[in-house]
């Protein structure tokens, strides 16, 4: 089965601190695409960095990186300089090769405290 | 330029009631997606349309969900006879092309409510 997994159902953090939310999945394949989604209260969801399984660098977008570890099927996400508009939930997925629909996790609800 | 857009944007209906959902995906985009979002879960996938291919229909629940996109562009997802598990919010993408690496929108959903 193909499966996301998010470990941490909530998390906080102090505004212009580092936070990383952990991600595993499973798959079979060999070549997909690694998402990290951000929905805020709008529930408006937000593309925030993906990655490609065949690229061994890690994505980076501005103040958001990814720890890309294919081997250990572990895709964690990491928010620098905290800001208060970063407090969402934040969802990871994959697209496993061919298969054009995200299968999710169930979400981890990160908060900015001030 | 305009985003995905769906509407209603709630809608409350009594159980046994059938419901309409309407997306409007990004002009040019040729895939189409249905998510759901129920309380406490991840998305769940309900359906993808491709250009003129058959859609993919695997992940609807049961005959009661139906979807079908006129002109390659608006999509209607219909519930028939809503059941109180239906309640959820009900996410429509759109993506550029086919390809896994085309980055899905999407819209701010729908959410229903069945009383």
């Known amino acids: 089965a193909q499966t996301v997994t998010q470990s941490q159902p909530e998390m906080s953090v102090q505004e212009a601190e580092t936070v990383t939310l952990s991600c595993t999945y499973d798959t079979s394949e060999n070549n997909y695409y690694l998402f990290w989604y951000k929905q805020p209260p709008s529930r408006q969801m937000i593309l925030v960095i993906r990655?490609?399984?065949?690229k061994q660098q890690n994505a980076t977008e501005n103040r958001f990186s990814v720890n890309f570890q294919k081997a250990a099927k572990s895709f964690s996400l990491k928010i620098s300089d905290s800001q208060l508009g970063d407090t969402a939930m934040y969802f990871c997925?994959?697209?496993?090769?061919?298969?054009?629909?995200?299968?999710w996790g169930l979400g981890t609800s990160l908060a900015v405290n001030p | 330029g305009a985003g995905v857009s769906q509407s209603p944007s709630n809608k409350v209906t009594e159980k046994g009631k059938d419901v309409e959902l309407r997306c409007d995906p990004i002009s040019g985009h040729t895939a189409l997606y249905w998510y759901r979002q129920s309380l406490g879960q991840g998305l769940e996938f309900l359906i993808y349309f491709q250009g003129n291919s058959a859609p993919d229909k695997s992940g609807l629940p049961s005959d009661r969900f139906s979807a079908e996109r006129t002109g390659g562009s608006v999509s209607t997802l219909t519930i028939q006879r809503t059941q109180q598990e239906d309640s959820a919010v009900y996410l429509c993408?759109?993506?550029?092309?086919?390809?896994?690496?085309?980055?899905?929108?999407f819209g701010p959903g729908t959410r229903l409510t069945v009383t």
């Open positions: 990655q490609e399984a065949y």
């Open positions: 997925a994959f697209t496993p090769g061919n298969n054009r629909k995200l299968i």
């Open positions: 993408a759109s993506s550029a092309g086919q390809a896994s690496s085309y980055e899905q929108y």
